[in-house]
């Protein structure tokens, strides 16, 4: 997830700014990033630089798409991705990484931790790191000026500010000729099997995570035939663009019991969910003033309870950020509101539209049933639906671009699959999960016990497992174990 905006998926990589090892690259090596992304922009090969500094030859290319098919004559714009060669004699199908978001960066990636997958993947084919349509090298879209006064971290303030922004900048971009319709699932599908013919490739083969699942979905539904096999982790079905919060409660009464079996933290928070909605309650009730750095300075913004469950809703993802939260509420419950300064990134960089993300979910939507049962959930959970934003909180603000109950409809998936879930993803918990597994007929499952969202790094193994899956090796069920997050209280 790459882009900086304060939402149920983007802001992980905005708090990865201030929380280490939140974002798949930070500080110089999302400057590098950003470079090698954005400033190098000619086809051919070239020396790739990750960003610890190791260099391998890759080549850069690209392919021509209508930004909406459906509209004769739409304009034709750039994908752009960036090729590893196979370091096999016989090399199989190339592989298409698909990367999270939806907003994040294929070729970013693979500049991060990831890296080394990438390369161990080439002595089975190509390995194609995939910019969608409206990320990186496949930017179409033009940045807008931040919007300021910034909003107040309340519901009602956040709610307010993203449809009235959102409304705004879907006129600009569409006045600037930008086909904004085009920016959902199906036609971002459709690129990966223009992708295909562009390659020259009878078959391709899918790599994903997160929101690259949930496009993995939609590329299976509509060109089953192009797809090899697919290695999918931490799952997002046709119909999860946002999530229950009885299954995040769910998660979080596991992780409240996981701290119970250390007795300093247990005796300092008998239960932890208890504590996270008592602090939430006060400064929705009575919001907090925090000062942050900005772009120009400091800058006071009011923090209610719902940029609280923001915020946890970002720390939830992973171990390393998840055993930080009984630090932060042990702090907030003391009335120490400062701890939030550090843990958020100048308000410039998350209150902001970039289009892409917004548009794609805003086109997967959510069934009338499966919202009624999240309203219905939300008014009780620990994190309410500020888990979800922006979603539910945008529907309606753009009409006419829901894709509807065909996309998110189940289907029968027979193409191979290689299915991984850490036990500590907060973001698309086990709960959700299960759900999008029941549709796969010939899958093995990778559980790795106390990983989290970004499970392809977290244990050595699946690198292996991943590589002997793409060579066309049998593969079964493998239970994994990390150790446990250690709670920190101070």
Do not use: C
């Amino acid at each position: 997830m790459t882009h900086a905006i304060l939402n149920r998926r983007s802001m992980l990589s905005a708090a990865g700014l201030a929380l280490p090892g939140m974002a798949l690259l930070s500080g110089t090596a999302q400057a590098q990033a950003q470079s090698q992304v954005e400033a190098q922009v000619e086809a051919g090969p070239f020396r790739f630089t990750s960003g610890d500094g190791q260099e391998t030859d890759a080549e850069r290319g690209f392919f021509e798409v209508p930004e909406d098919r459906r509209i004769p004559g739409s304009r034709r714009i750039r994908l752009g991705y960036v090729r590893f060669p196979s370091t096999s004699p016989n090399p199989g199908p190339p592989i298409v990484y698909l990367a999270g978001g939806p907003g994040g960066s294929g070729v970013r990636t693979a500049m991060g931790p990831r890296f080394p997958i990438f390369m161990a993947l080439r002595a089975v084919a190509d390995v194609i790191a995939f910019d969608q349509r409206g990320t990186g090298l496949s930017s179409h879209i033009p940045d807008r000026p931040t919007s300021t006064p910034f909003p107040a971290l309340t519901r009602a303030g956040m709610t307010a500010w993203y449809r009235e922004e959102m409304q705004k900048a879907w006129v600009d971009w569409t006045r600037a000729g930008v086909a904004m319709t085009g920016y959902n699932t199906e036609q971002n599908a459709d690129d990966i099997e223009d992708l295909r013919r562009h390659l020259g490739a009878e078959k391709i083969s899918l790599w994903g995570i997160s929101y690259g699942t949930h496009l993995a979905l939609s590329v299976l539904r509509r060109h089953p035939g192009s797809i090899d096999r697919v290695a999918l982790a931490s799952l997002e079905g046709q119909d999860q663009t946002v999530k229950r919060p009885a299954h995040i409660d769910m998660f979080l009464d596991r992780v409240d019991r996981l701290m119970g079996t250390d007795p300093a933290v247990r005796a300092a928070i008998p239960n932890m969910p208890a504590l996270m909605r008592r602090v939430h309650e006060r400064l929705e009730a009575d919001p907090a003033t925090v000062t942050m750095p900005g772009e120009n300075g400091p800058v006071d913004v009011r923090m209610g309870g719902f940029g609280v469950q923001l915020m946890a809703s970002a720390l939830v993802a992973n171990p390393p950020q998840l055993s930080m939260l009984p630090r932060i509420y042990l702090a907030l419950d003391a009335g120490k509101t400062d701890v939030l300064a550090s843990l958020f990134p100048p308000p410039h960089r998350y209150f902001s539209i970039t289009g892409m993300p917004e548009a794609m979910d805003l086109a997967s939507g959510i069934s009338p049933e499966r919202l009624a049962l999240i309203e219905k959930e939300a008014k009780t959970s620990v994190l309410g639906d500020a888990f979800n934003m922006p979603m539910p909180h945008l529907l309606g603000a753009i009409p006419g671009v829901d894709l509807g109950a065909a996309f998110r409809a189940p289907m029968r998936i027979e193409t191979p699959a290689l299915l991984v879930a850490g036990s500590l993803d907060g973001r698309t918990p086990l709960e959700e999960q299960v759900e999008v597994i029941a549709q796969f007929r010939n899958k093995a499952q990778v559980r790795v016990e106390n990983a989290g969202h970004n499970v392809f790094e977290a244990h050595p193994e699946v690198q292996t497992l991943l590589t002997r899956f793409f060579q066309g090796q049998a593969a079964s069920d493998v239970d994994l174990t990390l150790p446990p997050p250690r709670f920190a209280l101070e």
